[in-house]
């Protein structure tokens, strides 16, 4: 059943929209979630007709803690439509054969295709001298804690649990064949990023002057089950590029990198824009969060449009968040004993994969020639 609940006169479009993802999040037993933009509705498909008095009252206290926030919209730093190529018209279906839309398998070409990018980033990250890591999926609680992860973004955390090394609670678990009722919550959550590994490795230190780390990871969002598909996964491999230093290091890094993946966008005949951006705050009294880092420029999105269709999605971002994070890991300059600063660029490397796919289809031959080089290498 659909429950429709008008915003006309309450909320503007930038509110509604902005209300229509968070609600994505903050109910359970709902399957859909939309903006209505022509009657200004929010429209939620539920499960069941039972729950529609909970749905309602969750819509109404939200939209009440929505429009008294001063929502912003999102600036066009970079643009870029390709207006003279010509692209082929896609069956998701023939991608699916290699790329499952539920993100839960890559096959074949999506898994070479994979391995190329992620090889184009890290040899990007070597012309800024980058230190190569590998981390763990698992990051401790008290880690994130310190980034105040889930004080801020609940609604993506996963966190892991465990059956107590106890004889006798696991022969009950055997016996009942209950885990519910036996499993706890360790000390470990599944990383959301792979940058707050590096905070953690730095955490009471001093750099004399800067530092550039790049690692590939997994990384985990818990997603609204059906929200997730095609480029939207709960589990997903990021590439950063993280850096550490004075202001002037951070800002310059981040630009040079910029420039670069704009170059390597263009080149590969993608359609998309960069745009200043916000972390998905979920709490309204964080609203000034994200409005200031939209009003310091502090993050950036590279968005990719799939031609012949109304998809797009984000694919990297390039960040900067001045002293926020070393200053609550207490990460300093030898050199006057400041806190420095500190940012990340990230690839979504699935994404990646996708957009390609999703843009040439997926035959090599027909693909940009950068990637028909490395192909063959």
Not at 28 to 54: F, L, Q, W
Not at 169 to 174: A, G, I, S
Not at 211 to 228: N, Q
Request: include cysteine; hydrophobic fraction near 35%.
């Amino acid at each position: 059943m659909s429950i429709r609940v008008p915003v006309t006169g309450v909320l503007n479009e930038k509110q509604a929209h902005a209300l229509t993802l968070k609600l994505s999040y903050s109910m359970e037993g709902i399957c859909a979630c939309t903006y209505d933009e022509n009657n200004r509705e929010i429209i939620v498909k539920s499960e069941n007709e039972s729950n529609t008095e909970y749905v309602l009252g969750i819509i109404q206290t939200m939209i009440l803690e929505e429009k008294e926030i001063r929502a912003m919209g999102s600036r066009f730093i970079k643009t870029q439509n390709q207006q003279k190529q010509t692209y082929p018209t896609i069956d998701q279906t023939e991608i699916a054969n290699y790329f499952d839309l539920n993100g839960t398998m890559k096959k074949e070409l999506a898994v070479e295709l994979y391995s190329i990018f992620d090889l184009i980033f890290q040899n990007i990250s070597q012309n800024y001298n980058a230190k190569n890591r590998k981390y763990s999926s698992l990051i401790p609680r008290e880690v994130m804690d310190v980034c105040k992860y889930v004080n801020y973004f609940p609604q993506n955390a996963y966190f892991v649990a465990e059956l107590p090394h106890d004889y006798y609670v696991l022969k009950q678990v055997k016996i009942e064949n209950d885990i519910e009722n036996f499993v706890r919550l360790n000390e470990f959550m599944l990383s959301p990023a792979v940058c707050f590994h590096c905070y953690q490795e730095l955490k009471n230190q001093e750099i004399k002057d800067s530092i550039v780390f790049t690692a590939e990871g997994s990384c985990f969002r818990h997603e609204a089950a059906w929200r997730v598909g095609q480029h939207r996964m709960n589990e997903f491999s990021m590439r950063e590029i993280i850096y550490f230093g004075q202001p002037e290091f951070v800002c310059q890094i981040r630009n040079d990198i910029l420039e670069e993946i704009w170059d390597l966008f263009n080149e590969l005949g993608f359609c998309g824009r960069i745009e200043t951006a916000h972390d998905p705050f979920y709490f309204p009294q964080d609203s000034s969060r994200a409005q200031h880092q939209m009003l310091a420029d502090m993050k950036y999105e590279l968005v990719v449009e799939i031609p012949n269709s109304d998809i797009s999605f984000s694919i990297a971002s390039f960040n900067n968040v001045k002293d926020t994070l070393c200053r609550e890991f207490e990460i300093t300059s030898s050199m006057d004993k400041k806190f420095l600063h500190s940012g990340c660029v990230a690839f979504g490397i699935d994404r990646w994969v996708y957009a390609l796919m999703s843009t040439f289809g997926l035959d090599i031959q027909c693909y940009p020639q950068k990637i028909r080089e490395y192909y063959r290498r």
